[in-house]
């Protein structure tokens, strides 16, 4: 049975990476969300995707220089001008705040570490203290493009799966993933076709591609069985797998 993960939240229809995105995805019935984290001048770990604020928000500059108060000042949903809220204005999450949502609802989480171009000092250890103190072992699943990350992360806890971020086509993946202790891993879709995808399977490691949008992309991917579809659309996709 292929699990749905909303991406960045219900990202297509909600401003990514916000709580509303997240309230969005549980409401349709999504299995899981998946978000990405930064550090804070501070240390505090926040949601948001980019290593700057420009692009999501309406403020200016890097993450890592602002103090989680400023980000919490930002509103997080400036450049999505097709959402309005008249409760509140769309925030930057912590991963905290997102964790004590989780408390209500059994979502699974798929953190992406955004340690590529930073490297935030103890990020790993900082979201595996939150995983254990939450005791979310089993919901989470931690990802990155930084794979050297991941394998740090195992290293920490060994306990919590680690899947790799990768865009281009490799040879047997599966291989590549159980080399570096991951139980998954999270191909784009692209580069993701269905003989690698079953042999991954069948070889034990589950695997979610991203970003998987379009109608037939869903359908494909649902028919095969695979694990999971990481998708802006959760609400399609949950409609889409209802209907096969
Ligand atoms: O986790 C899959 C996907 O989120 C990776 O790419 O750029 O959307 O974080 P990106
Ligand atoms: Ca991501």
Known sequence: MTLIFAHR?????????????????EKC??????????????????VIHDETVDRTTNG?????????????????????????????????PTLREVF??????QLQCNIELKNGKIMYPF???????????YQYEERIIISSFNHYSL?????????IETAPLYSEGLYMPWIYARAIHAKGMHPNMKAAPDMIIRGAIEDGIAVRP???NKKEDMERLIAIECSAIITDYPEKAKKIKKQM
């Not at 990020?123 to 103190?133: F, H, P, S, Y």
């Not at 394998?151 to 306990?159: E, I, S």
Request: aromatic share 12%; hydrophobic share 40%.
């Open 9 to 25: 939240g219900s990202a297509g229809t909600h401003p990514e990476n916000t709580m509303e995105s997240f309230i969005a995805a």
């Open 123 to 133: 990020l790993e250890e900082k979201v595996i203290d939150l995983i254990r103190e």
């Open 210 to 212: 991203y970003t998987v």
């Open 100 to 105: 004590d949502w989780m408390k209500g609802n």
């Open 60 to 92: 200016k500059g890097f993450v890592q220089d602002f103090f989680l108060s400023d980000l919490k000042s930002l509103n997080a949903s400036y450049k999505f001008k097709t959402f309005q809220s008249f409760i509140r204005v769309p925030r930057i």
């Open 151 to 159: 394998v740090h992360c195992y290293q920490l806890a060994p306990d």
């Open 29 to 46: 019935g999504a299995d899981g969300i998946e978000l990405d984290v930064h550090l804070s001048k501070e240390g505090e770990i926040v």
